[in-house]
């Protein structure tokens, strides 16, 4: 099983970014796609989520800057990230969970300053 993620680096305060997260090895479908962030010295925070149904679910704190999206023929989920402030800095992570079965990448970095 591997979560790849790539596309993080460092941007002035109002860029963009745009993060992928390849996967393999699990059946892609069957599984809520997620990028969750961790900031230092803070707890890890769900950033996006997409459902098996599509469905889309955004921290307050991202709602309306952030857009995540997913490709089945690829096996790859997608953070696009615009109007990025500093509070946004923190490594973010690729997440996938079935019932009690849960991957997690290795984690892009995001800086903003």
């Known amino acids: 099983v591997q979560l790849v993620e790539s596309g993080g680096g460092l941007v002035r305060p109002g860029g963009s970014l745009r993060l992928s997260c390849a996967a393999s090895g699990f059946t892609f479908s069957s599984y809520y796609m997620s990028w969750v962030r961790q900031a230092p010295g803070k707890e890890r925070e769900m950033v996006s989520t997409i459902g098996r149904d599509e469905i889309v679910k955004y921290s307050h704190s991202v709602k309306d800057r952030f857009t995540i999206a997913k490709d089945m023929p690829s096996a790859t989920v997608t953070l696009q990230m615009n109007d990025l402030k500093p509070d946004d800095t923190a490594v973010y992570y690729c997440?996938?969970?079935?019932?009690?079965?849960?991957?997690w990448g290795q984690g892009t970095q995001v800086t903003v300053s």
């Open positions: 997440s996938a969970l079935c019932t009690i079965t849960h991957y």
